[in-house]
């Protein structure tokens, strides 16, 4: 991992301290929502659906199934 530059680390500390910044932090954290819970329940379907559009929207091409043949699992 390369060290930042000086230039670099003084425009994260100004960004640090900005109030606008600051501000759109807090609004995003008190808007956000995990889309899986349901009335306070977890819903696999949803899990599922997220994932499935996730991995559509990144182009992740599925692999083939392949069985897991193992002859000692143990946990």
């Not at 977890?42 to 994932?51: A, G, N, S, Y």
């Amino acid at each position: 991992m390369s060290i930042i530059s000086e230039q670099e680390r003084q425009e994260m500390l100004r960004l640090a301290e900005s109030f606008s910044v600051k501000k759109d932090m807090e609004y995003l954290s008190s808007h956000r929502h995990n889309p899986v819970l349901v009335n306070g329940a977890f819903d696999m379907d949803r899990l599922i659906e997220f994932l499935s559009q996730f991995n559509e929207f990144i182009n992740h091409q599925p692999k083939p199934f392949s069985p897991m043949i193992e002859k000692d699992m143990k946990l």
